[in-house]
């Protein structure tokens, strides 16, 4: 995408309808006409060069919606979960937008910007200060990947909190010219414990991103504005002990997952930086705490 294109395509997000295009998209998603769920899907699938090998269900008849087909599970032995006892996994299919240390409480998002660790998970300071001089990796689904996002480590799952927000775009050029693009759009960050060291995953909302779900949380729609919302893990009965490379949650359409760890506790591979591709399971680090 050229400058000038990049820069109308931001400039433009700030006076669209976000979260009415994003309500509309959601709809269409779930349209169940069997005639028109077919086509969607085949579109989608043809568009966005989407490896329908790999999919769990016959394309497009063993899926009842367009957004079934792209919140779908993968075919047995289409993602193996590296078995070492040491390993640091992706969680997702996809790119990496930013990895690496924790600038004292300062993550890097592209090209001289910068946010905070207290502004990305508006909660108390405890749990920011926790990663202050950490690491972190932000990775970066389009629409093409496959979207269900796994646990990179076994952990148990102790807290999740919904920070409503904008659905701004995730994509490059919205993420190389928006300051603070992270901490202003919606995002459900889940705090995990483990005996090493905790680490937290953040499910970032974006423009078409219809909704999040997780096992603990269920679907979240998009709001705009309101409180923080603490959620009760343990309402819906879903164990909180998770596996590594095991199911945490699922996004419509394409978006951003980020993960912190604490100072001392991993240390990424020499290419997991910037522009590389991933696929879930695969090993990307490793545990040293």
């Known amino acids: 995408m050229s400058k000038f294109l990049s820069w109308s395509f931001a400039f433009l997000q700030f006076v669209m309808p976000k979260h009415l295009l994003t309500a509309l998209v959601y709809r269409i998603a779930r349209i ?16 966005y060069a989407i490896d ?13 919606t ?15 979960v590296d078995s070492s006892a040491e390993s640091i996994v992706s969680p997702v299919d996809g790119t990496v937008s930013a990895a690496g240390s924790i600038d004292s ?7 001289g910007k910068r946010y905070s660790l207290a502004d990305l998970l508006m909660t108390d300071i405890d749990d920011a200060n926790r990663f202050i001089d950490g690491m972190f990796a932000t990775l970066y689904l389009a629409p093409h990947n496959y979207h269900r996002v796994h646990s990179p480590a076994a952990a148990r799952l102790v807290a999740a909190r919904y920070v409503p927000g904008a659905l701004y775009s995730v994509n490059d050029a919205t993420v190389s010219l928006m300051p603070g693009l992270f901490t202003r759009n919606e995002r459900l960050i889940c705090h995990f414990a483990r005996d090493s060291a905790p680490f937290t995953l953040i499910l970032v909302g974006a423009l078409n991103v219809g909704s999040i779900s997780t096992p603990w949380t269920g679907e979240i729609r998009p709001r705009r504005k309101g409180v923080v919302r603490e959620i009760d893990v343990l309402k819906n ?7 590594k490379g095991d199911l945490v949650g699922t996004f419509n359409m394409g978006s951003t997952v980020i993960v912190l760890f604490p100072p001392g506790s991993v240390e990424f ?3 997991f930086t910037a522009g590389a591709r991933i696929r879930m399971g695969e090993a990307v680090g490793r545990n040293v705490a």
Not at 105 to 111: G, R
């Open 32 to 47: 169940r006409l069997r005639p028109v769920k077919d086509f969607l899907i085949r579109r989608f699938s043809a568009f």
């Open 237 to 243: 009965g879903h164990p909180t002990e998770v596996a």
């Open 269 to 271: 591979d020499a290419c």
């Open 105 to 111: 409480d300062m993550l890097f998002q592209a090209k």
């Open 66 to 80: 367009l957004n079934d087909f792209f919140t779908h599970s993968l075919a047995d032995g289409a993602r193996l």
């Open 52 to 64: 329908v090998e790999e999919a769990a269900s016959p394309v497009p008849d063993g899926y009842a």
